[in-house]
């Protein structure tokens, strides 16, 4: 079946550091790919996603590019701010599931917390 | 910006008892999800619910676990018979077509005692 893989957590670096945040999957076919973030207290958020090999996803400063070849989607971005202290998950749907109705479930990695310090 | 509305945000309960989990998603949207996260552990996706029916569930959706949309606008996860390994932050979501639009709630968190 899917699964998703993160690095294990939690991180914490100062502000200003340069974060990487590691997901490998397993799906057979081309899943989409996704992160998500969730702040304390709050939802789920979409943060970016890509949707086939070699598509880099942006938002916020923050970058995923679509690996096929080592079926990775790590999440990286360049400085980090107090403000991006939150849990970030990794997720895939499979897209080969399209035309049914069960399109569109996502699995989820296991989350990393991300501590950003002053 | 339209939001998916999950209440209450805590809720107690006594193992054995019956407990519903109210969601109201986003209202132009055709496709519902519940999703839980047990604490420390990774989002696992329950049940999806389309066109009035589930659609997929999980192992995790046995006989105790049921969804309904009674109203057109509501959309509630009920367990029967709680254990304590229930406890857990219960999402819902929702997305209208197309597999990017998903919206979560902020979740309730239930705890079994």
């Known amino acids: 079946g899917n699964s998703v893989t993160q690095m294990e957590g939690p991180v914490t670096l100062s502000e200003e550091a340069f974060l990487t945040i590691n997901c490998t999957y397993t799906?057979?076919?081309?899943?989409?790919l996704f992160w998500y973030v969730q702040y304390p207290g709050e939802g789920l958020q979409l943060l970016l996603k890509?949707?086939?090999?070699?598509d880099k996803g942006s938002n916020k400063g923050f970058e995923a590019t679509y690996r096929k070849e080592t079926t990775s989607f790590h999440l990286e971005k360049g400085s980090v701010q107090v403000s991006d202290s939150a849990v970030y998950f990794c997720?895939?749907?499979?897209?080969?599931?399209?035309?049914?109705?069960?399109?569109?479930?996502?699995?989820f990695g296991q989350g990393t917390i991300l501590t950003v310090h002053p | 910006e339209p939001e998916v509305t999950q209440t209450p945000s805590h809720q107690v309960t006594q193992m054995g008892q019956e407990v519903i989990l109210r969601c109201v998603p986003i209202?132009?949207?055709?496709?519902f999800y519940w999703y839980r996260q047990i604490l420390g552990q990774k989002v696992e996706f329950l049940v999806s619910?389309?066109?009035?029916?589930?659609?997929?569930k999980s192992e995790i959706f046995d006989d105790q676990f049921s969804v309904e949309r009674p109203d057109g606008s509501n959309f509630t996860l009920k367990i029967r018979s709680t254990k304590l390994e229930d406890s857990a932050m219960y999402f819902c979501?929702?997305?209208?077509?197309?597999?990017?639009?998903?919206?979560f709630g902020s979740g309730t968190r239930l705890t079994v005692v």
């Open positions: 799906a057979t076919g081309y899943p989409s």
């Open positions: 890509a949707t086939k090999a070699d």
């Open positions: 997720a895939l749907i499979k897209s080969q599931d399209a035309g049914g109705t069960s399109y569109g479930k996502l699995t």
């Open positions: 619910f389309y066109n009035n029916e589930i659609s997929e």
């Open positions: 979501a929702s997305r209208g077509q197309g597999p990017y639009g998903y919206t």
């Open positions: 209202s132009n949207h055709l496709y």
